[in-house]
């Protein structure tokens, strides 16, 4: 049974193990076919998921801060990401599964709105916020450090509240997957995390009755990592 067969069969967790084991004989040419299929059925359940969690605060009337909060892949995808691996010549590589996402999923930003409405109901939750490619390209304009890409804002900042953010780091080799910091958990294994949690990574560490019970009915709709 190959890798791809056994993803879909539900083997989600220990197929990515695998691969990550796999380090950089992942891309050879032998075994890479069966890992891009990995990859593209994941993040096509990723843009999945993003939608269907879209739709549910839509129904609850939830306020976003932005007024796109899913966006589609840029037509120019592959231009910017040649332009991010620019960016970083010298200093390392951006991992396959940035790359993918971007191919595929586009961007998202579930923030509320705190500007205008400073009442947040989740505070700390920690909604998914990924930025455009250009958006990822303007913050790296200038230099951002060597060996990490600023990603995303931390669970407090996408309240207005601290000032750090998550950083993705950048491998000194091709890599299928590279470590999200401050979680310590690969890019992928995040994802998978903030959707088991519908959207809002520290969903399970808050106590919002409200939160949980949006959780328990858009949990069953949406697919696993």
């Not at 205008?116 to 990822?136: F, R, S």
């Not at 600023?150 to 491998?171: R, V, W």
Request: hydrophobic share 40%; with cysteine.
């Amino acid at each position: 049974m190959t890798l791809s067969d056994r993803y879909l069969k539900g083997e989600t967790q220990a197929v990515y193990e695998e691969i990550y084991a796999l380090g950089e004989i992942a891309f050879d040419p032998a075994i890479f076919p069966q890992i891009d299929k990995v990859l593209r059925t994941t993040f096509h359940r990723a843009a999945f998921n993003i939608a269907v969690i879209y739709k549910g605060l839509q129904d609850i009337d939830y306020q976003f801060l932005s007024s796109h909060p899913i966006t589609a892949p840029d037509p120019n995808t592959e231009l910017l990401l040649q332009e991010l691996k620019q960016r970083f010549q010298g200093s390392g590589h951006i991992p396959l599964s940035l790359k993918y996402f971007y191919r595929i999923v586009g961007s998202c930003d579930l923030t509320w709105d705190w500007k205008n409405k400073p009442d947040i109901p989740w505070v700390g939750a920690d909604p998914l916020q990924m930025p455009t490619l250009n958006e990822l390209l303007d913050m790296t304009n200038g230099g951002i450090g060597n060996y990490d890409l600023l990603l995303s804002a931390d669970n407090l900042q996408k309240d207005n509240i601290s000032g750090d953010c998550y950083c993705l780091e950048i491998t000194p080799y091709p890599a299928i997957d590279s470590l999200f910091e401050s979680w310590d958990i690969p890019f992928i294994e995040y994802l998978r995390i903030t959707f088991n949690n519908c959207g809002f990574a520290m969903a399970d560490r808050c106590d919002y009755e409200y939160l949980q019970e949006f959780c328990k009915s858009v949990r069953p709709l949406l697919k696993p990592l």
